[in-house]
């Protein structure tokens, strides 16, 4: 089991920026993908990014069309901890984001297993 807490959101103007953090419990961070999704009212969970568990070479990361370029995921093992820096952001940015860890670093929610409970996101024009 892993339980995950999101923190980092808030209000924000638009071309701003904000850093989410995820803190994951467990002993096996370091062997599940993470990834980051978002949603607003009335749309389904879209995909944002995503990093591997990474192997002698390093980590693959995966974005988004939206937000490549802007956004940048990472993650920090020692802390149990992933991030998104969110940078030049938009109002069509605003939504809650989930942090999530799964087997597989992939585009669909199903690939992961665990959720956190979402932190709010908004960005105002």
């Known amino acids: 089991q892993v339980q995950l807490v999101e923190s980092g959101g808030g209000l924000v103007q638009a071309g701003g920026s904000l850093r989410l953090s995820c803190a994951a419990s467990?002993?096996?961070?370091?062997?599940?993908?993470m990834g980051w999704f978002r949603q607003t009212p009335g749309k389904e969970r879209e995909f944002v990014a995503a990093i591997d568990a990474g192997s002698w070479s390093g980590y693959h990361t995966f974005y988004a069309d939206s937000v490549k370029g802007r956004f940048t995921i990472a993650r920090d093992n020692a802390k149990n901890t992933v991030y998104l820096q969110m940078n030049s952001l938009k109002p069509e940015d605003t939504a809650v984001y989930y942090c999530?860890?799964?087997?597989?670093?992939?585009?669909?929610?199903?690939?992961?297993?665990?959720w956190g409970q979402g932190t709010q996101v908004t960005v105002s024009s």
């Open positions: 467990g002993r096996t961070f370091e062997n599940y993908a």
């Open positions: 999530s860890a799964g087997d597989l670093a992939g585009q669909k929610d199903v690939s992961y297993d665990f």
